[in-house]
């Protein structure tokens, strides 16, 4: 994969690779709870630990040469599953931590509702610029999606599986394929999927029926 987007921010970022995987962390408690994450962690659930296997089994034939993971603790457990299966280390890299929801983090939306009357609906007006209140935008952690493929592409790597978050996540994908914001921002990841970006640009779903 050799491409060059340059309608992210800053001059465009060249990541070479033959295929990416990215999954999400496996469901946790909060997931279950309609809290936000964010910085903040949780741990998974039974359910999430076994997602996490069901990907490994999913990506144990799929030539994967290393595995970088969020330092944020549900990523870090999810990625040692996969790891382990894989029979490679655990690469951690700080700018795959998921997007800050600062203040808002470990609330529920009835909780911000209350605290920040309006705000919830003024995101939805526009998702990538809206920056929550002590946290950052979409736009914000763009520039971290961007470091994290840099720095993963100067390891050599050219099969690499990122474990990250939902919000990060559509951040890389957008920078892989070259998406727009908007449409970037609709894309949904799962906790039981995981997606492989092949050097042609397309993405495809790997999943089990659970």
Known sequence: MARRHDSGPGPGVLVLFDAVYLARHGQTQWNVEGRRQGRLDSSLTPH??????????????????????SPLGRARRTAEVLADALELPVRVVDDLAEVAHGEWSGLTSAEIDSGWPGQR?????DKYAFRCPGGESYADAEL?????????????????????????GRLLVKQLVGLGSEEALRRAQPSDVVYRITSAGSIDRLTSAE
């Open 121 to 125: 609906a003024a995101r939805e007006k």
């Open 144 to 168: 971290r999606a961007v470091r994290a493929l840099q720095s993963i592409a100067a390891t050599g790597s050219l099969r690499p599986l990122l474990v990250a978050h939902e919000m990060l």
């Open 48 to 69: 999430g630990l076994l997602q996490a296997q069901r990907n490994a089994a999913l990506v144990s034939d799929e030539q994967i040469d290393a595995v970088f993971t």
